[in-house]
């Protein structure tokens, strides 16, 4: 079956860049989508179709997908983005999710 | 505005069945898939299944065939999560969420608040 895989953490300190992947056989070949989840609170898109962000997230994510890996990229990092943050993408019908990687900002 | 309303927090004995709903709001429900995911406290997100309320055609992960029936009733624009015998296994917070989808373009863009599912003797 296919699996997405993520780093269980990630640290960064705040105003910095930081980059969150995702890794799947071929995943390049496929869409990728990034949820933000914080504590307490349901998952929120906040990339879709590998680069596109919703209505409302502001600009400094952003995403990109090529080969086998999709990234996510936080750009002038805020304490307000530290949260899990899951991939996920499609394989045929089935829904595939990343195992969520946290991000911390010190 | 798109809502999905879940229903309440349940609390379970061992054995029995369960259904908890989602009450899609604010679009045409037939037109949408609709997805439940699952979220076992402290881990991540799993898919368990997908429904289109308007034929209504449903999918669902292998992990949870067979364990878990959805349904939908178009006719009040509600997706429905069952068990018909619960596990302690079977406890966490349960996610129901509206999938946009455009020929391969498919997420999910908004999201119900989640039902915690506790099952305990």
């Known amino acids: 079956s296919y699996e997405l895989t993520q780093p269980p953490s990630v640290s960064v300190s705040p105003g910095q860049t930081v980059s969150i992947t995702c890794s799947g056989d071929?995943?390049?070949?496929?869409?990728a989508y990034w949820y933000q989840q914080k504590p307490g609170q349901s998952p929120v898109l906040v990339i879709y179709?590998?680069?596109k962000r919703p209505s409302g997230i502001p600009e400094r994510f952003s995403g990109s997908n090529s080969g086998n890996t999709a990234t996510l990229t936080i750009s002038g990092t805020q304490a307000m983005d530290e949260a899990d943050y899951y991939c996920?993408?499609?394989?045929?019908?089935?829904?595939?999710f990343g195992g969520g990687t946290k991000l911390t900002v010190l | 505005e798109v809502q999905l309303v879940q229903s309440g927090a349940e609390v379970k004995k061992p054995g029995e069945s369960l259904k908890i709903s989602c009450k899609g709001s604010?679009?045409?429900?037939?037109?949408?898939?609709i997805g439940w995911v699952r979220q076992v406290p402290g881990k991540g997100l799993e898919w368990m299944g997908i429904?289109?309320?308007?034929?209504?055609?449903?999918r669902y992960s292998p992990s949870f065939q067979g364990q878990v029936s959805i349904s939908a009733e178009k006719s009040i624009s509600t997706a429905y999560l069952q068990w018909s015998s619960l596990k302690a296994s079977d406890s966490a917070m349960y996610y129901c969420?509206?999938?946009?989808?455009?020929?391969?373009?498919?997420?999910?863009?908004?999201w119900g608040q989640g039902t915690l599912v506790t099952v305990s003797s």
């Open positions: 996920q993408a499609w394989d045929t019908s089935t829904v595939i």
């Open positions: 429904i289109y309320p308007g034929d209504p055609d449903t």
């Open positions: 969420a509206r999938i946009y989808m455009v020929a391969t373009i498919r997420y999910f863009d908004y």
């Open positions: 071929k995943l390049g070949d496929k869409y």
């Open positions: 604010g679009y045409n429900f037939t037109k949408y898939w």
């Open positions: 179709q590998d680069t």
